[in-house]
Each structure stands twice: as C-alpha cells, then as structure tokens.
C-alpha cells in the first residue's frame, strides 16, 4: 500500500501543475465576477411582481441582457402560494440564464444554478485528464525517465493501476475543492445580500450539503463510468511512437467508419459518446440515485470491461515497450 | 551460486540476431567489463539483464530469477545507471529520494543524504537544473545507497569530463564494492575501467569472443614487440605495426621463446581487444 501511494503522489507531483491551475483559474475569474458585481458594478434591482408568469416579458429579459454580465440581481419572485413577495440575491455569469430561472418563480432553483455552475470546471477538468491520460504513459518513454521507473522494484500492474487511479480520482481532488469553494462563495453573498431572507432559508433553498455529496459522489461515479476511455488513452500512450493525441483521436473514428460502412451501424460511437459521461455527471446534479442508476446500467458494466481488458494491454505494452 | 548465468541467449530483431548464442557467467564479487564494438549486443544483452526485453531462446537467471517473467523482485536486488541521464528531470531532489525511499526497501535514506552533502547538489532543485556531472553524482548516489548484490552500469561516464570520471570510479570502488557485490560494466573507454576490473568479456555479432579474469589474461596473453630485423613467430592472434615496431600478441606462447624475437610483456585490454576482434577464430 505504501508503494502505491509513492506511485500515486509521484503522479500528482508531475501533473499538479496541470490539474491545479485551470480550476484555479476558473474560481479567480468567478471570484473576480462576484467582487465586479459586489464592488463595482451596477446592482441592479429588479422587481418581478409575478402575479403571472405572462407578466414577464421578452423586454425583461432584453433589459438584463444589457447589464454586465457579471452582478448581483435582486429579483423578487412571488411564488404562488406565498402573500408576500420573496426576495433573494444570485451571483451568476449569465444573466439571461439566471432570470429565466427565476422567471418561474421558483427559489428553489438556487441548486441548479449552482449545478450549472460547477459544468465548466468538470468540462475543463475532462478535457485535462484526457489528454492527462495520454501523457502518463507517453512522456516516461519519451524522456526516458521509464527506465529509472522500472529500475525500481516496482510491477507494471501497479504502476499503471496506480496511474489510473490517479487520472480518476486523485487528479480531479483540486477540481472538486474549487467547485466547493465556488458554490460556498455564491451561497455565502447570496446570503450576505439577502434582505428578505434569512440565513437558514437561503442555505436550505441552496442545498448545500446535498449539493456537496452530488458533486463528491458525481466525480467518483464519472471515474467509473469514463473508466475505458481513460484505459484507451493510457494503451495508445504506452504503444505509439509519436502522435499520441492524433492516434488516440484516428484510430477510433476510422474504425467507427469501417463500422458504418460495413455493417451500416453505431455501437462504437454511441459506446464513446456516452462514455464521455452524461451532464448529470459534470454537474453532480444526477443525485446520489441517478449516479447508481449510472452504475448499475449494462452500459456501465461493458464499459469496465472494456477499461479491463485495455488496461491489461498497457500493463503488457508498458513490460514490451521500452524508451523511444 | 552465479550472480548472472546467460547461456545461449539468441534475441533476434527481424534478420538480425543481436544476441547469438551469448554465453555470460558472473560469480559474486566480481567487476566484469562487458566490451565490444557498437551493434555488438551489448546493449541487449544489458536489458535482457534488467528484465527489459524477451529472449528468442537461450537461459537467463540472475540472483535465482528469471529476469523478464521476475522484474519488479529482481530490481530489488539490482541497481542500473545507463548512459544517458534517465532521472526524471521534472522532479526535485529531495522528492527524488523521497520515491526512491518509498518504494525501495534496500534503500538506505541517510546514506544517500550523506553522499549528496557531498556534492553541490541542491536538494530542493529539480534535476533539470542540475549539470550532466551532478545528475550522474545524484544517480549515483540513489543507487550506491541501495542495498544491491548486482549493479549495472551501461556506458556510466559518457560525455562526463575526466575529473567527473575519475571521482565516479573512485565512488564505485570506495562505496559499494565490497564482499559479495558484483558490477557489469560497458564501456567504450576501456582503459578507463582497465584498473577496476577483475573479470572480462569481449562482445562481437551477439557472441561471447573472450571471458576471462584479469589474471588468466595476464598468465595467458603476451605482447611481442618485435626487434629490428626479426620476423615474428608463428601463431600470433593478432599483429599491428606501431611507431615502436611491429606488435604482436599471443596466447599460451612461453615468454621466454617470445622473448628471444623481442620485447615482451603483457598487452593492455585495448591492444588485446583489437587483437581479438581482428582475429577471424581466436
């Protein structure tokens, strides 16, 4: 067990850089947002007396589109059921997006809003760890450092286990502290410019806690279920010569076209698109039951096959090919 | 028990054979030269060794174990330096030793430590920064502080300036030599390494041409440097002219019926290296 934290934290020291900075910089930008709007920008104080949902007219929404993409929009939405209107505050970067939530009247959306926020840095954080992916079992064999890693006592299948593991679950830690921190910032001027509401009914509204446990959850889950895509990625790194990324993207495409053209159908596609991981998955709004339903689906089950059966071809290419 | 017992390693790369038929035994606490010219299959046989590549036919084990089907249990026991730099050049010193030390169990931390106060080595740089002379001096350091009973060393001082060379022997010799431990060394520079040597082998088309101790060498083999006007005696292995005269070298040929054509004496690794390499059955 000891070796293969060694292995794991030699991992994260290579690519903290890579996995540190882009969520880093996704929260500077949000945070820089919200100050804008707290600070500097207009704060824009709109009233929606929603008798009706017909009284919220395309002229509203033209209006907030006008305004700085980044503030604090006071929006009061009476819902129905309630005598007195309920005001709350958001931070959001999209105005428009924002307001047509709120324009159903629903306080309850605070979670989804956030949800929505969190889609960029599990977008950004895919994007780095499939390329992350390659990288692991590529740049040893092109520095040649593959031959210090293997004059040690340790196993390929470890190795590669322990660099799978990594791209999966560790590598995306730093994404998931900024995405908790980005939603504790909201929440927190959320609550901070609250008038109407006290502190217990914009925490409830926001779902903080389940919102947490989705976004935990949900990076576990995508791990999973992204699992032969990753595998994919490592294989090519740990065969190819040069082009890692070219052959990665290729190979598969011309064989989808084989494929089509062939026997006129789309398993291959249809497997890799869906196993880029579902939005629910990026947001961590699945919840807890839509994740196991993920995890319990036939789709899943041939997809860690499929992880399996390439990660046991990277452990045997890692044994056969050397530095390049 | 041998350290390394090859016989009739043959590794084939399409047409070429770059092992055929390589035979290498290395008892305990010997220091064995591994010499032969580029494409010889020293190289191959040195990963073959390390448990880096397969075998078309042929027995290898080392230490007891199969190299390639044992590699992760074999590296326990063996330490490798190559020629060039191998260490990651990312990573920084001191987490160097730490990985070293996390997965190691032979390794001894505080002596890798006391052997890097030594040098100028930075512990908190990474290796990039470092000189080729101090990435050498801080592999050295993370392998001679491995607890090993065989190390490999391919090429270790190449492109290094005589000083560095010269400490790197000196290092080898005063650090880890000792007892039962045992090094495989190839180099080009073989009059370099001529002096820590106690054992032989000369490598030509993946094929063992000489394996000797240093002291069967010097019993067995004898230079001629012919006086003017002799001819030399028959059954030389291999013969060049020289500013000093015309040179001669011979196996089990009595010194003293050499001695009556000219000079004799024992020849140095490089003239019998030559000798045997252009001699077409010696």
């Known amino acids: 067990m000891h070796n293969f934290i060694t292995l794991v934290n030699r991992e994260w020291q290579e690519h903290r850089n890579t996995f540190l900075f882009p969520p880093a910089i996704i929260l500077a930008l949000i945070v820089i947002a919200v100050l804008l709007g707290v600070t500097l920008g207009e704060k824009v104080k709109l009233q929606f007396e929603l008798d009706s949902k017909r009284d919220i007219s395309p002229s509203s929404f033209q209006q907030l589109d006008n305004r700085p993409a980044a503030g604090l929009y006071r929006v009061a939405a009476r819902e129905d059921g309630y005598s007195q209107p309920r005001t709350m505050h958001v931070a959001q970067y999209n105005t428009a997006s924002t307001l047509s939530e709120l324009a159903d009247a629903d306080v309850g959306k605070l979670p989804r809003i956030l949800d929505e926020l969190t889609f960029p ?20 064999r092109k520095d040649r450092s593959l031959l210090f890693w293997k ?35 909201l929440v927190g001027v959320a609550s901070v410019y609250s008038t109407e509401l006290d502190l217990g009914e914009v925490w409830g509204n926001a779902q903080v806690w389940s919102g947490f446990f989705g976004v935990i ?17 490592m294989l090519v790194g740990a065969v190819v010569p040069k ?15 084989l494929e089509w ?37 036939a789709n899943f089950a041939i997809g860690l096959a499929v992880a399996a059966l390439l990660l046991a071809m990277t452990v045997y290419a890692r044994r056969r090919f050397n530095e390049i | 028990m041998n350290v390394i017992d090859a016989r009739q390693l043959v590794k084939r790369y ?71 730099g191998i260490l990651p050049r990312w990573m920084r010193v001191s987490d160097l030793v730490d990985y070293v030390a996390g997965v190691h169990t032979r390794f001894d931390r505080a002596r890798a430590e006391a052997m890097l106060a ?23 350091a993370l392998i001679l502080a491995i607890n090993a009973r065989l190390l490999v060393l391919d090429e270790p001082t190449l492109g290094l300036d005589v000083l560095f060379r010269e400490q790197f022997y000196d290092t080898l010799l005063n650090d880890y030599f000792e007892g039962e431990r045992s090094i495989l060394i190839t180099t080009h520079e073989v009059r370099e390494i001529e002096h820590v ?78 000798a045997i390499m252009e001699a077409p059955h010696a």
Request: with cysteine.
């Open chain 1, 121 to 140: 840095f599990f977008l950004v954080l895919i994007l780095v760890s499939l390329s992350a992916a390659i990288s692991v079992t590529y740049d040893e």
């Open chain 1, 151 to 185: 004059s040690m006592p340790v196993d390929d299948t470890e190795t590669i286990l322990s660099k799978f593991v990594f791209v999966s679950w560790v590598a995306p830690l730093a994404t998931v502290a900024a995405v908790v921190v980005a939603r504790l910032l």
């Open chain 1, 217 to 233: 959850t949900g990076f576990l889950t995508l791990g999973l279920w992204i699992a032969p895509i990753y595998a994919w990625l």
């Open chain 1, 243 to 257: 082009s890692p990324t070219l052959i990665a993207l290729l190979s598969p495409l011309v064989v989808m076209w």
């Open chain 1, 261 to 297: 053209l062939f026997f006129d159908s789309r398993h291959l596609f249809s497997f890799v698109v869906s196993h880029i991981a579902p939005k629910t998955l990026y947001s961590g709004s699945a919840g807890f039951t839509g994740q196991l339903d993920l995890l319990l689906s």
């Open chain 2, 14 to 84: 399409g047409a070429n054979a770059a092992l055929d038929g390589f035979d290498l035994q290395v008892p305990p606490g010997r220091i064995v030269g591994l010499i032969g010219p580029n494409g010889s299959g020293k190289t191959t046989a040195l990963k073959a060794v390390l448990g880096l590549t397969t075998l078309d036919s042929g027995e290898l084990v080392i230490n007891g174990l199969t190299p390639w089907t044992h590699r992760a249990q074999l590296m326990a026991e063996v330490a490798y330096i190559p020629d060039t």
């Open chain 2, 118 to 140: 030594r040098t100028d080595i930075n512990a908190s740089r990474p290796v990039r920064v470092l000189s080729k002379g101090m990435q050498v001096q801080l592999h050295l």
């Open chain 2, 197 to 274: 040597l106690t054992d032989v082998v000369f490598m030509a088309r993946g094929k063992s041409r000489l394996a000797a101790s240093i002291d069967e060498i010097r019993e067995q083999y004898t230079k001629l440097t012919l006086t003017t006007g002799n001819t030399p005696l028959e059954g030389f292995i291999g013969r060049r002219q020289t500013l000093a005269g015309v040179e001669c070298i011979y196996r089990n040929v009595p010194r003293d019926v050499l001695a009556r054509a000219g000079a004799v004496s024992v020849p140095d690794l490089v003239e019998l290296f030559v």
